[in-house]
């Protein structure tokens, strides 16, 4: 899961390792999960509050109000936690708060915003847990997985997520890979660097030798750009609006993940 920002766009840098340094120093490719491995994207949340809401018998709030109110309730602790949420790659690296303690306290906010009185927020949070331990692999996954492991190239799964319900996601779609990294394990959210240092240093390779993954514009692309690593942008549905918080152009990007087969060499660097 990413971190929302709403910093005013500005206009994209330049990537931090360009394609054809990347094409020369790649040596491992690292995945985001949710949007890019496993079919299951931050846009959806709202619709699968509405289901949850509709089976318990809430109607007069409605699933893009009470995400909403959840967002500002994330926001607002960023804020009385001192940091600035339009602004989460300054400052210093901000307390840990793994998911299974942040998303009841959102929900159990948003919920008193909208007077929803019939949902305990630890029912709300199991809720999501649910449907997103169980969200499928996209179907490009184990042929990109099979032919750059063929090339000699390392994997690995590096996500915004608490470990047991990473973990456990990945089992249930089959997922196997050579390291995983949770930002509970990291004690650190993407977009900020604490995480990629650490995805880098457990590889044991420098972050120009590390393509990262992953689906959002801001945690996944500025966040590796700004670590220093070279990105693939997996961009599977037009969103302008999303697409506007992007402060760096990534290395590559493609509509699925089968640009990344195009997009490095047929070996692995010695």
Known sequence: MSQTSTETPTEPAAPAVGPDQAVRTVRAVAFDCYGTLLKLEEREFASLIQQMLHEHG????????????????????????GRNPERPLEGPEPTFRPFS???????????KHHSVETIPPATAFQHLWDVLSMAPAYPEVERVFSALSERGYRIAIGSNAD????QHALEQAGIEVELVLSSEE???????????????????????????VGDSPWADVT???????????????????????????????????TGILAALPDRAPA
């Open 58 to 81: 809430v109607d007069h709030a409605s699933g893009d109000d009470v995400w909403e109110a959840w967002l500002e309730a994330s926001r607002e602790m960023a804020k009385r936690e």
């Open 101 to 111: 303690e942040t998303w009841p306290y959102f929900f159990g906010e948003a919920f």
């Open 163 to 166: 470990d047991d319900h990473l």
């Open 186 to 212: 990291a004690q650190s959210y993407k977009p900020r660097r604490p995480f990629f240092e650490q995805l880098c240093e457990r590889l044991e390779l420098e972050p120009c030798e590390v393509l990262y």
């Open 223 to 257: 966040g590796a750009n700004h670590a220093g690593l070279p990105v693939y942008w997996v961009s599977r549905y037009p969103d302008p609006d999303r697409e506007k918080m992007m402060r760096s152009h990534p290395t590559w990007s493609g509509p699925d993940l």
